[in-house]
């Protein structure tokens, strides 16, 4: 396998586990709720987000965290998932009143459902296919 090269998108772009139930249904949620497609998708098995991955310095074999990259800057786990509900905006963006609480106990319920994910939500056998209409809206 080559390297893998870094995508390049003037949007956000959010990095999410392709096989997680839960994971692609917070990406099923969160389209609707961005009309003018501002945020971009790729799931972290892909070649574009393994290139997002590597070409910040994270590692392309981990899979626990949601990472959002916008402009330059990355965010993880709590820090991502705060900085897309801004995104949003309104009412989504009450969530950012979360940021009082400090990183190390957001991160820590961050990673209790990460870890438990898997058990509580199922798993897929392959990333998941977006539907025609929002294909534009997927990296790869």
């Given at each position: 396998?080559?390297?893998?090269?870094?995508?390049?998108?003037?949007?956000?772009?959010?990095l999410?586990?392709?096989?997680?139930?839960?994971?692609?249904?917070?990406?099923?949620?969160?389209?609707?709720?961005?009309?003018?497609?501002?945020?971009?998708?790729?799931?972290?098995?892909?070649?574009?987000?393994?290139?997002?991955?590597?070409?910040?310095?994270?590692?392309?074999?981990?899979?626990?965290?949601?990472?959002?990259?916008?402009?330059?800057?990355?965010?993880?786990?709590?820090?991502?998932?705060?900085r897309?509900a801004?995104?949003?905006?309104?009412?989504?963006?009450?969530?950012?009143?979360?940021?009082?609480?400090?990183?190390?106990?957001?991160?820590?319920?961050?990673?209790?459902?990460?870890?438990?994910?898997?058990?509580?939500?199922?798993?897929?056998?392959?990333?998941?296919?977006?539907?025609?209409?929002?294909?534009?809206?997927?990296?790869?």
């Open positions: 396998m080559g390297p893998t090269r870094q995508p390049v998108t003037d949007h956000p772009v959010l999410f586990d392709g096989v997680c139930n839960l994971c692609n249904g917070v990406v099923q949620f969160i389209i609707p709720r961005d009309p003018e497609g501002r945020l971009r998708f790729a799931p972290l098995q892909s070649e574009a987000g393994r290139g997002l991955l590597a070409g910040h310095g994270l590692s392309t074999t981990s899979l626990d965290s949601v990472v959002l990259v916008e402009d330059g800057t990355v965010y993880r786990k709590s820090d991502a998932v705060l897309v801004e995104l949003l905006g309104w009412p989504y963006r009450a969530a950012t009143v979360a940021h009082v609480v400090p990183r190390t106990v957001r991160d820590g319920v961050y990673d209790l459902v990460a870890d438990t994910r898997y058990d509580i939500f199922g798993k897929r056998d392959r990333c998941m296919i977006p539907d025609e209409d929002v294909s534009d809206r997927f990296l790869d």
